[in-house]
């Protein structure tokens, strides 16, 4: 008898301590996201001065990309160790290549490979992030995680040569989203879109400056 409940606190104490410490979990991981939620709104109201027609605030809060149509000019924003904000701009034809990439695996291509009379080729491989869009509900791999989806864009500029944009959240241990979130979730497939979007911009920008030389 002495036995069994000794047993019985063992077992309240052990699931006193998990308690606590999932809780401890869902705090810090609540004060994250209210930190990574500052963060990126500081970064999406910043420079406004810049009038861009089109702008995405990284959200892992580090960066920001946005872009002036009349122009034709991109501007890349990046928060430093010390919290303050690097500018750069570049204009599109500095841009060689803008690649999309989900869990570090290129999905999709606008390059500028080639040029043949005025007309910029090579364009989007692979059908573009469209396809994998249309491709989402066809496919069987329902349970697959996604950690990452990033916009890298090479330029031929030696001090920036590769630019980086997330466009998922900071994975935060102890959120629903520790791992990841489901490809076929809502999440996942809005930021496709937006993508998808900025995949048709910089076609779009490349394609522009192309034409007009």
Not at 40 to 55: I, P, R, S
Not at 78 to 85: A, K, L, V
Not at 156 to 165: G, I, S, T, W
């Amino acid at each position: 008898m002495v036995v069994f409940i000794i047993a019985i606190l063992w077992w309240v104490i052990i699931f006193g301590i998990w308690l606590a410490i999932v809780a401890a979990m869902r705090k810090h991981s609540k004060r994250k996201s209210e930190e990574q939620d500052a963060v990126l709104n500081h970064m999406a109201e910043y420079d406004k001065e810049f009038h861009g027609d089109l702008f995405f605030p990284g959200l892992d809060g580090q960066t920001k990309i946005a872009y002036n149509k009349d122009v034709n000019l991109f501007k890349y924003y990046q928060r430093t160790s010390s919290s303050t904000i690097q500018e750069y701009s570049f204009s599109a034809d500095k841009v060689l290549d803008a690649s999309f990439e989900l869990n570090g695996e290129t999905v999709s291509k606008v390059s500028r490979t080639q040029q043949i009379g005025g007309a910029l080729i090579g364009g989007v491989i692979a059908g573009g992030v469209g396809a994998i869009i249309g491709g989402l509900s066809s496919d069987r791999r329902h349970d697959e995680l996604i950690k990452k989806a990033t916009l890298k864009i090479n330029t031929a500029d030696v001090e920036k040569p590769v630019l980086y944009v997330e466009f998922l959240p900071s994975l935060i241990p102890g959120s629903p989203q520790e791992k990841g979130f489901p490809k076929n979730g809502e999440v996942v497939q809005a930021v496709l879109k937006k993508l998808e979007q900025w995949e048709g911009i910089f076609k779009i920008a490349m394609n522009k400056n192309t034409t007009a030389s």
